[in-house]
């Protein structure tokens, strides 16, 4: 899934009951190939969540920072609940997270150790 408009400012308070509803799991990207057909330029991810979860695919305007090539087995973080969304004629199961650099370009977030495929942000 592509992110929506990156917001500018920081976000009014919540409450932990509204963070708990935005389910945010590990995964490992099993499958990463160009998405050449996309407004912007992105990657196309096919990530294992494990157990119940299992594989979704993600569209990620990460082309700056990676190449298809060198993602396999990255563990990232993404959020799964969110209702599947078409991106011109791919289907985003999952948002896949990332924060931008000092130009605004997606760098992905994930473990700094490995973990088990599924486990949920706390």
């Known amino acids: 899934m592509n992110a929506p408009s990156v917001p500018t400012g920081q976000a009014g308070p919540i409450g932990f009951d509204d ?3 935005v389910d945010i799991r590990v995964g ?6 160009p998405y050449p057909e996309a407004r912007k330029p992105a990657i196309k991810l096919v990530i ?3 157990g119940t979860i299992g594989l979704k695919k993600s569209s990620a305007q990460i082309t700056r920072h990676y190449r298809p090539g060198d993602l396999a087995g990255k563990q990232v973080l ?3 609940n969110f209702p599947p969304r078409q991106i011109g004629k791919f289907m985003s199961e999952v948002l896949t997270l990332g924060v931008p650099d000092a130009d605004g370009e ?4 994930g473990p700094s150790l490995t973990v088990p495929d599924g486990g ?3």
């Open 48 to 50: 294992d969540f494990g």
């Open 28 to 33: 490992t990207i099993v499958e990463a190939s």
């Open 19 to 21: 963070f708990m509803k």
């Open 120 to 122: 949920r942000l706390f």
């Open 106 to 109: 997606v760098v992905l977030i």
């Open 78 to 80: 993404a959020v799964v």
